[in-house]
T-cell receptor
Framework: GAGVSQSPRYKVAKRGQDVALRCDPISGHVSLFWYQQALGQGPEFLTYFQNEAQLDKSGLPSDRFFAERPEGSVSTLKIQRTQQEDSAVYLC????????????????????FGPGTRLTVL | DQQVKQNSPSLSVQEGRISILNCDYTNSMFDYFLWYKKYPAEGPTFLISISSIKDKNEDGRFTVFLNKSAKHLSLHIVPSQPGDSAVYFCAASGRDSGGGADGLTFGKGTHLIIQP
């Protein structure tokens, strides 16, 4: 498809289990973002890649969270030893260009979001 | 500490009337603002944006107004249509806006319900 895809769409994990969430961005998009959306909240930034380089991981809540994009396309968000507070929808977004939107704005700055992976930790 | 605030969790508007969604922000380093629309079980979809060098941006039925002195922006939808029923997120980006400077900072969203 032409959009951002994520898998699995739903994941149920037992507390303490490791999980891996996959994101396939739009082909050719340089930037890739991960966000966490808790119930009733807006998405919160986790980490940012420009091609294969992870330029910002300031939003990762703990060292149990790890993200990679080894070939500059597909990205995986891994959560080790899941806790109940990790339950959320994890959204991936990609954009054509790098880093922040410029002040002029334009379609190349737009972040395209995938449908998300809903993670439930029991 | 919510840097982007949408104080109305929901809003109900009659079809054909104007919908006005509001958003306030606290971080003066934000210089680019966006509105996203989200349907259930889907990811947010970009709707319209505005940079801090403007005070208005219009795209069809959608207009975004920015009042920098009040740190306030609003989204106007005229006329409102049933397909506009969704959750609307306000988001902001800034050169040095702290954590997540490369990502967007979102509000909690407003659920817009268009009644026939």
């Amino acid at each position: 498809g032409a959009g951002v895809s994520q898998s699995p769409r739903y994941k149920v994990a037992k507390r303490g289990q490791d999980v891996a969430l996959r994101c396939d961005p739009i082909s050719g998009h340089v930037s890739l973002f991960w966000y966490q959306q808790a119930l009733g909240q807006g998405p919160e930034f986790l980490t940012y890649f420009q091609n294969e380089a992870q330029l910002d991981k300031s939003g990762l809540p703990s060292d149990r969270f790890f993200a990679e994009r080894p070939e500059g396309s597909v990205s995986t968000l891994k959560i080790q030893r899941t806790q109940q507070e990790d339950s959320a929808v994890y959204l991936c977004a990609s954009s054509l260009v790098g880093r922040r939107p410029n002040l002029a704005g334009g379609p190349e700055d737009e972040q395209f979001f995938g449908p998300g992976t809903r993670l439930t930790v029991l | 500490d919510q840097q982007v605030k949408q104080n109305s969790p929901s809003l109900s508007v009659q079809e054909g009337r104007i919908s006005i969604l509001n958003c306030d922000y606290t971080n003066s380093m934000f210089d680019y603002f966006l509105w996203y629309k989200k349907y259930p079980a889907e990811g947010p979809t970009f709707l319209i944006s505005i940079s801090s060098i403007k005070d208005k941006n219009e795209d069809g039925r959608f207009t975004v107004f920015l009042n920098k002195s009040a740190k306030h922006l609003s989204l106007h939808i005229v006329p409102s249509q049933p397909g506009d029923s969704a959750v609307y997120f306000c988001a902001a980006s800034g050169r040095d806006s702290g954590g997540g400077a490369d990502g967007l900072t979102f509000g909690k969203g407003t659920h817009l319900i268009i009644q026939p």
